[in-house]
């Protein structure tokens, strides 16, 4: 990814055993352009034999879209709890 912003990082885990070793992130960043909020999935495994398997996913959402969610979400949960 090539946007100017930091990520801020929502999950991050290391683990490591004696057979292989996992990294699994997970990070959101504000594009550019302040339009969209881009979520991203990183996924590394690696095992004794040295080899490794990559997985990235980035998701664009526009923070537009992302804010009418939630505020439908929040009426939503509220009329769940009268």
């Known amino acids: 990814m090539n946007d100017a912003q930091a990520p801020v990082v929502l ?3 290391l683990q490591r ?4 070793q996992l990294l699994h992130e997970l990070e959101a960043r504000v594009s550019e352009d302040g339009q ?3 979520v991203s999935r990183y996924r590394e495994r690696s095992g ?7 997985h990235e996913v ?3 959402v526009p ?8 505020a439908r979400e929040s009426t939503r949960r509220m009329s769940e709890t009268r």
Request: net charge positive; aromatic share 8%.
């Open 11 to 13: 999950f991050r885990r």
């Open 36 to 38: 969209h909020l881009i």
């Open 17 to 20: 055993n004696a057979r292989e």
């Open 58 to 60: 980035h998701r664009r």
């Open 63 to 70: 923070i537009a879209m992302l804010l009418k969610w939630m």
């Open 48 to 54: 004794e034999d040295n080899n490794r398997q990559r």
